[in-house]
């Protein structure tokens, strides 16, 4: 049987940031929830969740730094990995979303295909240019504003009530995503097969995926 | 000629003096240790009249001893073969100020010097249960049942001459009576964000079983506000706000109609006026009832004792009004307005118990998006299984 030609996909630093941030946000989300509705859930005692929510919080800040040094200081391909370009704009996008939504169900192939340098379909670059450059800093922002200073600073920025909307807002779109990315890291062309590359960083290479 | 009238004037003046002094003299004649012969002998009086007892060793040590009874009390040398009762006491001859400062405040007229003060000894104020207790027995019941009772008289938190009710007296006034005593109970060894709480909470909301959420708005001035990490809540006077809104009355400032509540939509007004930019709300937990029942409660340390109350918990508020003599007035406003998603409190929020229902649902629909796009994904993938096995 011959044996599938291997791609890394994921370098060890991606790897150990991906992880960090997916543990991180989970936990954000659930001691979030409580904090939010003490009421109805009560998984750590209200204490420990706000500790653990605000040293996850710090931990999360420290490892989207550590993304965003890698991407452009170190790895020097932000831009060629998550700003989709002309062609993804046209028609990538939309041939993306035919798969997912339609082409998918009728066995085609996904038109994407996985090299280290165009990791992401068209999608996923949107959403997760979306994500990483304008939700992950909100949020960032209006949490550490939330822990470290008093409610004096927000009156700068219209009440602390627009700060904490925001932060629960932009959350509830993170715990939609989680939902959406995990499903769709089992759409490889096995169940496992996206999950495991995130795992050791290296992704069968296969024609029809 | 001119001599002799000026003797006849100084003769004249000189007699009238003398006819005072006499006349003085008769009726404060007695001496103090005449007065103790009988009011120093308890067996004197019957029962219902030990009153009129003075016990004389404990009056020698008092400031009063100095003066004489003869001072406070007149008596003539007849006493009290002359069937004459002996006018009430005067404090305001001597302690003008306190007497008048009493009759300005809540006790003028409930409640006379010698109700609490036993001016007949020394440090003459007289036990909780003598004095405040024989008006506010429950209150003091509980409280000298409260650990308390052991440190601290009422007199120590409560100013009995200048009295001012629960409601006109700030939260930040509250809580200065306790920190003068508690200096250093920042509890920051285990409240989190343990500044922003003393400054939101009154002290009693915690340390006595008082029962309701009353969330109480005062205006701040923020004038000097900086962007720096800790700062002090500085009160608006009835002075400053005057300067915001002239004659018309410091309430004017949010209750636009003047109809002595307040709306969403005027606190929103007002939040939003550009020219109030140098006030705002700061808003304050407290409870609606006081209880005397100090101590530590260890409930209170879950910190879900407040911030699981649930939105129910927050309807009721007040915005604290400065009057010109120091107090407050308190307008209600309209229930749940804590709990409006923007403008309304823009700067209280107490997490997990003023959440906005409508913000939490949009939220709740966006994570439902999510996990429901996920699933009709999901359960069209199971139902073409097939197709994918072809290829």
């Not at chain 1, 991606?14 to 659930?30: E, K, M, Q, Y």
Request: net charge negative; charged share 20%.
């Amino acid at each position: 049987m011959e044996k599938p030609k291997m791609i890394y996909l994921n370098p060890l630093t991606v790897r150990i940031w991906h992880w960090i941030h997916a543990t991180g946000i989970a936990t954000l989300c659930i001691t979030g929830a409580q904090i939010r509705f003490p009421e109805y859930i009560n998984l750590f005692g209200y204490r420990t969740a706000v500790l653990i929510h605000d040293f996850t919080g710090i931990f999360v800040c420290l490892d989207w730094l550590l993304w965003f040094f890698y991407y452009v200081f170190i790895d020097k391909s932000l831009i060629k990995l998550y700003v989709p370009n002309m062609y993804d704009l046209k028609t990538g996008i939309i041939k993306q979303m035919l798969f997912y939504g339609f082409n998918y169900f009728k066995g085609k192939p996904n038109p994407h295909h996985c090299t280290p340098d165009n990791k992401f379909n068209p999608m996923q670059k949107g959403a997760y240019l979306m994500i990483m450059l304008t939700l992950v800093p909100i949020i960032l922002v209006s949490g550490l504003l939330l822990l470290l200073i008093t409610q004096k600073w927000m009156v700068f920025l219209g009440g602390v009530k627009i700060v904490i909307g925001l932060h629960f807002l932009v959350a509830c779109c993170f715990a939609a995503f989680l939902f959406v990315h995990m499903y769709l890291a089992t759409l490889g062309h096995t169940f496992w097969a996206h999950i495991i590359t995130m795992i050791t960083g290296w992704e069968e290479e296969v024609e029809d995926h | 000629m001119v001599l002799k009238a000026k003797f006849l004037i100084i003769c004249i003046f000189g007699f009238m003096m003398l006819v005072a002094g006499i006349g003085i003299n008769s009726s404060s004649a007695m001496e103090t240790d005449d007065c103790l012969e009988c009011h120093g002998d308890l067996s004197n009086f019957d029962e219902g009249d030990e009153r009129l007892y003075v016990d004389g060793t404990q009056f020698a040590g008092t400031k009063h001893a100095e003066d004489g009874c003869g001072s406070c009390h007149s008596v003539t040398d007849d006493h009290p073969d002359d069937g004459v009762v002996p006018e009430k006491e005067s404090c305001d001859m001597c302690h003008e100020d306190t007497v008048d400062e009493l009759s300005k405040g809540l006790h003028a007229g409930n409640a006379e010097c010698t109700d609490c003060h036993n001016p007949h000894a020394d440090r003459g104020l007289k036990s909780p249960g003598e004095s405040c207790g024989m008006c506010h027995e429950e209150a003091v019941e509980e409280y000298l049942n409260s650990h308390h009772a052991a440190n601290a008289v009422c007199s120590d938190c409560h100013s009995p001459h200048t009295v001012m009710s629960y409601l006109e007296t700030s939260g930040f006034e509250k809580n200065k009576q306790c920190t003068t005593c508690h200096e250093n109970a920042g509890h920051s060894e285990w409240l989190l964000r343990n500044k922003l709480h003393m400054q939101a909470t009154t002290c009693i909301s915690c340390h006595t079983d008082s029962k309701g959420i009353v969330i109480t708005m005062y205006i701040e001035k923020r004038e000097d506000i900086k962007p720096d990490k800790e700062g002090e809540i500085d009160l608006a006077t009835y002075q400053d706000l005057t300067q915001l809104v002239g004659d018309k009355g410091v309430q004017s400032l949010i209750d636009t109609n003047g109809d002595g509540s307040i709306t969403t939509a005027e606190l929103k007004e007002f939040n939003m006026n550009s020219k109030y930019k140098s006030v705002g709300l700061w808003g304050m937990l407290s409870t609606k009832t006081a209880s005397h029942s100090y101590g530590i409660f260890e409930d209170r340390r879950d910190c879900s004792f407040c911030h699981a109350a649930g939105p129910k918990a927050m309807q009721t508020c007040y915005v604290a009004f400065p009057n010109q003599d120091g107090t407050y007035s308190r307008v209600p406003v309209e229930e749940g307005a804590v709990l409006d998603p923007l403008f309304a409190t823009a700067d209280f929020y107490m997490v997990g118990s003023t959440r906005n229902d409508i913000v939490s649902i949009l939220g709740l629909l966006i994570i439902a998006g999510g996990l429901g796009a996920a699933c009709l994904h999901g359960t069209f993938r199971i139902l073409t299984r097939k197709n994918r096995r072809k290829h």
